[in-house]
């Protein structure tokens, strides 16, 4: 168990902040399955300030998902300011992260995500001018550096402790290395030994196993992952159970992918709209399907539906042509 501020979480797992893929429906999803915390995709804080309409349904929250951190980007004080102070006032979330992270261009360009983890300076009057602002506790995610020569993850993160934020996520690869290479867990035992406030890890966490290894590793106070879980909410629970109990629970049945699936597609219906929702869908049902023996022809077919039927009544064939193959080879064997 771990606080963030006064935000008590009942474990250590924690769901990252992915771009495109933690909205409100995947969130609730995930927190279903056990996550301690659950946290938003990345938002601007000039789109916010413009009230645009696509990132004000972005800050939709439904109170199931708490606690919930919602994560805030930009570039220049004022407006990041701003942008914290609108979060607080109009949404429930429970913690305000920013991000120093994100390596895309289109973001760093602006002066914003990754593009800060060269200033410990910067990091400081930012987080510290939030802090101030608002009375939510503010946290942040960052990498361990920009490229192999700036390396700044302990100035950085003892930055964020004396502006005032009250814990640290750290991904263990720089702004260069994007999703490449193997994460440093090194720097994330570093970090976590440089600061009083709560560390979470996270990077190359693709099983229960790897989550245990990383607390015990570098002493962080929570794990954090993010691609392990696409369609794979699994994952998380499983993680909460291994941590808690020490049993590896097995991996889940075809059925049963399939089934939270179609719940997952529902939720992103009622969010977005069923034309929206199923081109969005696409992605996801072609992660639920991963590792499933046979399913390249279900793949390339999902990105041919434009309903709700058509890609349920796809993922329900797959699913029984599955089972009846299973029970052939039962009945074989």
């Known amino acids: 168990m771990f606080k963030?501020?006064?935000?008590?979480?009942?474990?250590?797992?924690?769901?990252?902040?992915m771009a495109g893929v933690c909205n409100s429906a995947f969130r609730l999803t995930v927190k279903e399955f056990g996550a301690g915390l659950v946290c938003a995709e990345m938002v601007s804080d000039k789109a916010i300030l413009y009230n645009n309409a696509k990132?004000?349904?972005?800050?939709?929250?439904?109170?199931?998902?708490?606690?919930?951190?919602?994560?805030?980007?930009?570039?220049?004080?004022d407006t990041l300011v701003e942008a914290a102070k609108f979060v607080e006032k109009n949404t429930t979330a429970d913690i305000i992260d920013i991000n120093m992270?994100?390596?895309?261009?289109?973001?760093?360009?602006?002066?914003?995500?990754?593009?800060?983890?060269?200033?410990?300076?910067?990091?400081?009057?930012?987080?510290?001018?939030?802090?101030?602002?608002?009375?939510?506790?503010?946290?942040?995610?960052m990498r361990m550096g920009w490229d192999d020569k700036h390396i700044y993850a302990v100035r950085n993160?003892?930055?964020?402790?004396?502006?005032?934020?009250?814990?640290?996520?750290?991904?263990?690869?720089?702004?260069?290395?994007?999703?490449?290479?193997?994460?440093?867990?090194?720097?994330?035992?570093?970090?976590?030994?440089?600061?009083?406030?709560p560390v979470i890890g996270n990077g190359d966490v693709q099983t229960p196993q790897d989550a245990k290894r990383m607390l015990d590793e570098t002493g962080v106070d929570g794990v954090m992952i993010g691609r392990a879980a696409l369609g794979n909410p699994w994952m998380?629970?499983?993680?909460?159970?291994?941590?808690?109990?020490g049993e590896l629970i097995g991996e889940p049945?075809?059925?049963?992918?399939?089934?939270?699936?179609?719940?997952?597609?529902?939720?992103?219906?009622?969010?977005?709209?069923?034309?929206?929702?199923?081109?969005?869908?696409?992605k996801h049902a072609a992660w639920y399907l991963k590792g499933i023996r046979g399913n390249a022809i279900v793949r390339n077919a999902i990105n041919t539906m434009d309903t709700r039927d058509e890609l349920v009544n796809l993922l329900d064939e797959f699913t029984l042509?599955?089972?009846?193959?299973?029970?052939?080879?039962?009945?074989?064997g």
Not at 64 to 72: A, N, T
Not at 258 to 273: F, N, Q, S, T
Not at 321 to 332: P, T
């Open 4 to 17: 963030i501020g006064d935000i008590q979480m009942k474990n250590r797992v924690v769901l990252a902040p």
């Open 55 to 77: 990132t004000m349904g972005m800050l939709y929250i439904d109170e199931r998902e708490k606690p919930l951190s919602l994560q805030i980007f930009g570039g220049k004080k």
């Open 101 to 141: 992270g994100c390596p895309v261009p289109k973001i760093t360009k602006c002066d914003a995500g990754a593009r800060w983890l060269l200033d410990p300076d910067k990091i400081y009057d930012m987080v510290s001018a939030v802090v101030d602002a608002v009375d939510k506790p503010v946290t942040v995610k």
């Open 157 to 197: 993160a003892q930055a964020v402790e004396r502006a005032g934020g009250k814990a640290v996520a750290l991904h263990g690869r720089t702004r260069v290395q994007m999703y490449e290479g193997t994460a440093n867990w090194d720097i994330i035992k570093e970090v976590k030994q440089s600061v009083n406030i």
């Open 236 to 245: 998380i629970y499983r993680t909460v159970q291994y941590l808690d109990t």
């Open 253 to 282: 049945s075809v059925r049963e992918k399939m089934d939270v699936c179609k719940l997952h597609l529902d939720r992103l219906i009622a969010l977005k709209g069923e034309t929206v929702a199923v081109r969005e869908m696409r």
């Open 321 to 332: 042509e599955v089972e009846a193959k299973q029970q052939n080879s039962i009945q074989a």
